[in-house]
């Protein structure tokens, strides 16, 4: 509390008494050099936001994805690849210098190196110039990052025979088939197969079995006796079960073949 000409009470000591308003600066006397970061300059990059995300909902919802087929892990030849925007990654690990020997040089090291740049550009270079030219720290590393993205991604891409690998890697489409889950053959499925080849015959650790061409006597065979990388004496039923398994299949694959 102070005397003189009326008296101004003070709650918190660590507040001045005089202490104004937070009013924005006013930036009109340097028009399109400067503006205030709220809400202007920050509105500015929601809106560049929102029109790039609205485009790439567009782009997917008009050329989506394609699918390969149903993973194989007994196919040996088969070689995946990452999505387009880690391809210039897998393509930098093809070289010597990053790969082989060195791979720990060409997975954490040397992309470690380069996103820590681009986090450290701005405490680097920090001018109050907005041209390019102007601040050749910030430009150069940026420049650089997104050249050597494009062209190891180009790199990536043109080794690659896309249209044999489509054609190999060509999504087997299961046939619609309508499954009694109700039956005594069905009811044996559950109990020894289920596990290996899904709930609706569609395939899992084993391969599906929707679409063979086998007779009831070969699929009790090879139920029994086993085939491929199926071992001998998975099947544990009597030979009621075992017929009745069998016919369930053949009929689902019936269906299929309507």
């Known amino acids: 509390m102070h005397k003189g000409k009326g008296m101004k009470f003070v709650g918190d000591s660590r507040i001045k008494a005089d202490r104004q308003p937070n009013i924005p600066k006013d930036y009109s006397e340097y028009p399109g050099r400067t503006e205030a970061f709220w809400p202007n300059f920050l509105l500015k990059e929601w809106l560049v936001g929102a029109v790039f995300l609205v485009g790439f909902l567009v782009m997917t919802l008009a050329e989506p994805a394609p ?7 007994t196919d040996t ?5 990452p999505d387009w925007y880690f391809l ?5 690990l093809k070289y ?33 110039q907005r041209r390019p030219v102007k601040r050749p720290i910030t430009t150069g590393i940026m420049l650089l990052a997104i050249t050597s993205v494009i062209w190891l991604t180009y790199e990536s891409v043109a080794e690659v025979d896309w249209e044999t690998r489509t054609e190999q890697n060509k999504p087997v489409l299961q046939p619609e088939v309508e499954i009694d889950k109700e039956s005594d053959g069905y ?4 109990k020894s197969c289920v596990s290996c ?11 599906t079995l929707i679409g063979v061409d086998y007779s009831v006597e070969e699929i009790k065979k090879i139920a029994v006796e086993g085939t491929g990388d199926m071992p ?12 009745q398994l069998a016919e369930f299949i053949v009929s689902v694959n019936e269906q299929a073949d309507e």
Request: no cysteine; net charge negative; proline share 6%.
């Open 67 to 73: 699918l390969e087929k149903m993973a194989d892990p």
């Open 77 to 81: 030849t088969y070689i995946p690849l």
């Open 88 to 92: 210039f990654l897998y393509q930098f």
């Open 96 to 128: 010597e210098f990053a790969g082989g020997n060195y791979v720990l040089i060409g997975a954490i090291v040397a992309p470690g190196l380069a996103f820590g740049a681009l986090l450290l550009a701005p405490f680097l270079d920090k001018g109050s």
């Open 187 to 190: 009811a044996v499925f559950n």
């Open 197 to 207: 080849h899904g709930d609706n015959l569609q395939g899992g650790v084993g391969p």
């Open 232 to 243: 001998s004496g998975q099947f544990k039923g009597s030979d009621e079960e075992l017929q």
